[in-house]
């Protein structure tokens, strides 16, 4: 996780999670790299928790491993909270992962995504980049109610982004944030037939691994993706 993505979840937990009471808390993606320094775990020294770090590898910061890679291995409305930090960006049908956050989410508790807007192609794969307008899409797709969406775009000239401007060192990412919070109305029981069949054949699909990336043809550019995996900058 780098240094910016970890200081918007900060903003998140500051924002939306009181300081009294004890809360269940579901960290999606929680596994770091050996590099790595900084974690959501930290975040959340001063709050009474049970945290539970879930991810599809085993490693440091994981308490769960998901034997299925749209299964997250909690039970149906057990969690205040949940937290997805530069995760997203990897998963290749993550709607599904969506309705699965929904399904674990207690009624009125929240989820916090943060994940790149732009940035290099990284990681074994790397599918996706978000805008706000993402994040509606996906509190429409899961039933969930989007309480914040925003985008750490550079400054702007009249109607361009000002790309050159960027701190390349704090804001590289260019991360995007959504607030998501499961209501009393949440639609259990048609969303639980969707989800069921959605998660099924993510599950079965598993990947990307079976469908090959074609060779570029003479003259276009490649995919952009490095003879070896790259990791993002160490927090």
Same mark, same amino acid.
């Given at each position: 996780?780098?240094?910016? /993505?970890?200081? =918007?979840?900060?903003?998140?937990?500051?924002?939306?999670?009181? #300081? !009294? &009471?004890?809360?269940?808390?579901?960290?999606?993606? *929680?596994?770091? $790299?050996?590099? !790595?320094?900084?974690?959501?775990?930290?975040?959340?020294?001063? =709050?009474?928790?049970?945290?539970?770090?879930?991810?599809?590898?085993?490693?440091?910061?994981?308490?769960?491993?998901?034997?299925?890679?749209?299964?997250?291995?909690?039970? *149906? /409305? *057990?969690?205040?909270?949940?937290? *997805?930090? !530069?995760?997203?960006?990897?998963?290749?049908?993550?709607? /599904? $992962?969506?309705?699965?956050?929904?399904?674990?989410?207690? +009624? &009125?508790? =929240?989820?916090?995504?943060?994940?790149?807007?732009?940035?290099?192609?990284?990681?074994?794969?790397?599918?996706?980049?978000?805008? +706000?307008?993402?994040?509606?899409?996906?509190?429409?797709? $899961?039933?969930?109610?989007?309480?914040?969406?925003?985008?750490?775009?550079?400054?702007?000239?009249?109607?361009? =982004?000002?790309?050159?401007?960027?701190?390349?060192?704090?804001?590289?990412?260019?991360?995007?944030?959504?607030?998501?919070?499961?209501?009393?109305?949440?639609?259990?029981?048609?969303?639980?037939?969707?989800?069921?069949?959605?998660?099924?054949?993510?599950?079965?699909? &598993?990947?990307?691994?079976?469908? +090959?990336?074609?060779?570029?043809?003479?003259?276009? #550019?490649?995919?952009?993706?490095?003879? !070896?995996?790259?990791?993002? +900058?160490?927090?």
């Amino acid at each position: 996780m780098h240094r910016s /993505a970890y200081e =918007h979840m900060e903003l998140c937990v500051k924002e939306y999670m009181p #300081p !009294q &009471g004890r809360h269940r808390v579901v960290d999606l993606g *929680s596994r770091i $790299s050996p590099k !790595q320094t900084l974690t959501h775990r930290a975040l959340l020294a001063e =709050h009474e928790i049970d945290y539970i770090g879930v991810d599809v590898l085993d490693g440091p910061n994981v308490d769960r491993v998901m034997k299925k890679p749209y299964r997250i291995p909690v039970r *149906s /409305a *057990s969690a205040d909270y949940v937290f *997805s930090g !530069q995760a997203f960006e990897h998963i290749p049908f993550f709607w /599904a $992962s969506m309705l699965e956050i929904a399904r674990i989410l207690k +009624p &009125g508790g =929240h989820a916090f995504i943060t994940a790149p807007s732009r940035g290099h192609v990284h990681d074994a794969q790397d599918c996706w980049r978000y805008y +706000p307008d993402g994040y509606r899409a996906m509190a429409a797709f $899961s039933g969930l109610e989007l309480r914040e969406a925003f985008t750490d775009f550079p400054p702007k000239n009249g109607i361009w =982004h000002q790309y050159g401007e960027i701190d390349a060192k704090n804001a590289y990412w260019g991360d995007t944030v959504g607030v998501f919070r499961k209501t009393n109305k949440y639609p259990r029981i048609p969303l639980f037939a969707v989800r069921e069949l959605t998660v099924w054949w993510a599950n079965r699909i &598993g990947g990307v691994e079976r469908t +090959p990336l074609p060779e570029p043809l003479p003259g276009r #550019p490649d995919c952009g993706r490095p003879k !070896q995996p790259v990791e993002t +900058p160490a927090g």
